[in-house]
């Protein structure tokens, strides 16, 4: 099974750069609070894990 992007909701700034690099256009900052993964789109490729200045987003794992 292929692991998703999760993002530590608590400590995005919402800044968009993992919007940016999505292939998959999987990630949206809804009301400009926290970016939000739509897993159904997500192929776990990590682009956005790698963008993200605060190092929040992890491929698999349990953030929240």
């Known amino acids: ?3 998703k992007a999760n993002v530590n909701t608590e400590l995005c700034v919402a800044c968009g ?3 940016k690099v999505c ?4 990630i949206s900052v ?3 609070v926290f970016a939000v993964v739509d ?7 990590g682009k ?3 963008e993200c200045p605060a190092s929040i987003i992890e491929i698999g794992g349990d953030i929240k």
């Open 48 to 50: 956005c894990a790698k």
């Open 30 to 32: 809804p009301d400009g």
């Open 39 to 45: 897993s159904a789109l997500c192929v776990g490729c």
């Open 23 to 26: 292939p998959r256009s999987a």
């Open 1 to 3: 099974m292929k692991q």
């Open 17 to 19: 750069s993992c919007v």
